[in-house]
């Protein structure tokens, strides 16, 4: 079920920079808990960056300092801002959303989001 829809993105050399946004009809504004994923073939798809209703954020190590998850309730948008991209970086990112799990799980290490939009590829260039 996808009530959310990634944009953006795309492909970028190393070094460069993108921006994915998510948009959903409600689901953003109304969450508790929300994130960006990302999964590669023959890997477990991994959170990459999660943000909480507080405005509180975890995110993956190896993309600590780079990436950066933000929310515009206004405009029921979620956006990953990402700079600095190298290769390990390409990936299918999926937006996720959830409307009702505890505060505290909601970190880096949740896996059971219940809105997600189907996908949005990034390649990386060298």
């Known amino acids: 079920q996808a009530d959310l829809m990634e944009f953006g993105g795309v492909s970028a050399q190393a070094g460069g920079s993108l921006r994915l946004s998510c948009s959903s009809s409600g689901v953003i504004e109304s969450s508790v808990c929300m994130g960006w994923y990302r999964e590669v073939p023959g890997k477990e798809r991994e959170a990459v960056a999660i943000?909480?209703?507080?405005?509180?954020?975890t995110y993956k190590d190896s993309v600590k300092g780079r990436f950066t998850i933000s929310q515009d309730r206004a405009k029921n948008t979620l956006s990953l801002e990402m700079n600095d991209l190298n290769p390990d970086d390409a990936a299918m990112y999926y937006c996720a959303a959830d409307l009702e799990v505890i505060p505290a799980f909601c970190d880096i290490e949740f896996r059971g989001m219940e809105y997600w939009g189907k996908g949005t590829l990034v390649t990386i260039s060298d």
């Open positions: 943000l909480d209703k507080s405005g509180r954020t």
